[in-house]
C-alpha cells in the first residue's frame, strides 16, 4: 500500500484514513504451531513484473516488483496465482519464521461460498450489508474507503491465497533499483531459483528499508536519519511557521496539528484514548468526528499500527511531564502543535481557539511551557513491524516520561539534530 502523502503537511499531519496496520491484521492469521507473530507485514496491491516476454517496465508506483530470468520461475509461480485474483485489493504479505504467506481480503463471493459449507456465512453477510446501509443512511463522516466515524477501527478479514516456505527463501537484502534516471532502494526476497520478490510498498527512504531488513535479522535500527525529499520540503516550510509565529526564538523542532487521539501508559494504567488528568483551558472547537481506537490498541502494542493513535505517553505517575503534554494533546483535539526551541518546549494554539481570547492577541498562544532544562532529548524513532514504518518523534522528560509524535515532519527535525 503505498503512502499518501497528502496526508501529511507542513501543519496538519493526518492517518484517519488508512486501515489497521498489517501487523496487527497478520498476528491474528498466524496459527501454525511454533510460528509466532509476524516478523514484519505489509500491504502490497500493486504487482509489476521484471521477467521476459513480460512488461518489464518496472516503476516505483509498484507495490512489489516480480523479477527473475524466465517465465514460470519461482517468484512468478508464487505471485502469478495472486496477481490473476479477481477479488477486491488489500493483499497483505506477512514474513513469518517459517513463511512468506499472503492473504487477500475476503470478498461477499467468499462468504457465499463458505454459507454453502458452514451454514453461517449468509447470516454474516446479511449483517454486513445491513450495516453498511446504516452507516450510509446517518451521515457520520467516511474516512478512506473503511473508517467510519464514531465507531472503533476494525481489521479487514482476509483469506489465505499462498505461501513459500522459508527453505526456498535464499535471502534478504536491501538493494538497488533503476528509478527516476537513478536507483531508489527495496526490500529484496532472493528465491533458491535465482529469481525474487523486491518490496516498496510505500517505502521512500534506504532508512525504512534497513528497517524492514533489521526487522528480518531480529536487530531493527531504532535511530532514522535524515528522511527523503517530500519530508525535508515540509520540515522546512514548518520551521519557517513556526518562526514567524513564535518571532525572536530559535527553532528546533516544529512539529504539525497532528490529527488523532492520544493514548497513555501511566503506570500500570492504559488509557485509550486518554482523556485529561488536570484542570484544562476552555477552547472552543469544533466537534470531533473521527473513527474510534481499534480494540487491538488495548494490548501490548497496538497503538503502533492505529491510524487514530497520533501520540502517546508513558510515564510512571500522572504528575509528569510527558503527562501534562498529553493532557492538553487530548484537550485541543488535534489543534494544538508542540515546539521546542532553545529555551522551552511548548504548546501552541490558534488564539482564535480560546474560548475567551484576549484582546489584542496574537496569533498564537501557548497553553503550556515546559523548560528545555526538563527535557532529556528529542528523537526520531520507526517502531513497529507494519511495512512501511511510520516515523515518531520521541521526547524524553529528565523526569523519565516520555511522549511521542506520530509525525514523519517533527522527525526529520530530529533527525537533523542527532546528525548536526
Known sequence: MRV???????????????????????????????????????????????????????????????????????????????????????????LTRQRLAMYTRAEPGGFLARAARVGSGIVQLGKDLKDLAEKVADRRKLWGSGNVEGEPITPP??????????????????????????????????????????????????????????????????????????????????????????????????????????????????????????????????????????????????????????????ADRADRDAVAVADLLAHAAGAARLVLTRERLTLVVATSALAAPPEPARPVTSLLDVPVARVRGVTAELAGRSLPPKPWLRVDFTDGSTLRLRDPVAARHAALLVGA
Open 157 to 314: 478479514r482476509m483469506e489465505p491465497l499462498a505461501q513459500i516456505d522459508r527453505r526456498q527463501i535464499a535471502g534478504f537484502e536491501v538493494a538497488e533499483r533503476p528509478a527516476d534516471r537513478a536507483t531508489a532502494p527495496v526490500l529484496r526476497v532472493r528465491l533458491v531459483d535465482g529469481s525474487g520478490l523486491d518490496f516498496v510498498v510505500g517505502m521512500t527512504d534506504r532508512d525504512e528499508y534497513e528497517y524492514a531488513l533489521g526487522l528480518t535479522n531480529g536487530a531493527p535500527p531504532l535511530r532514522p536519519g535524515a528522511r527523503g525529499d517530500w519530508a525535508a520540503t515540509l520540515a522546512g516550510q514548518a520551521l519557517e511557521q513556526a518562526a514567524a509565529l513564535l518571532p525572536g526564538e530559535e527553532i528546533l523542532v516544529a512539529a504539525t496539528a497532528n490529527t488523532g487521539y492520544v493514548g497513555a501508559r501511566i503506570g500500570r494504567e492504559l488509557r485509550v484514548p486518554h482523556t485529561p488528568i488536570g484542570r484544562m483551558p476552555a477552547l472552543r472547537l469544533p466537534a470531533v468526528r473521527w473513527p474510534l481506537p481499534a480494540a487491538t490498541s488495548q494490548g501490548p502494542n497496538g497503538w503502533l499500527d492505529d491510524p487514530t493513535i497520533a501520540f502517546w505517553a508513558q
Open 4 to 94: 499518501s502523502f497528502g496526508a501529511v503537511r507542513a501543519d496538519v499531519t493526518e492517518f484517519l484514513a488508512d486501515p489497521l496496520g498489517p501487523a496487527t491484521v497478520a498476528r491474528s492469521l498466524m496459527d501454525a504451531p511454533g510460528e509466532g507473530g509476524p516478523v514484519w507485514a505489509a500491504y502490497a496491491d500493486e504487482h509489476q513484473f521484471d521477467l521476459p516476454g513480460m512488461d518489464r517496465d518496472c516503476d516505483r508506483s509498484a507495490d512489489l516488483i516480480v523479477w527473475g530470468k524466465a517465465l514460470d520461475c519461482l517468484a512468478h509461480r508464487y505471485v502469478r496465482t495472486v496477481s490473476s485474483w479477481t477479488g477486491a485489493p488489500h493483499r497483505l504479505y506477512v
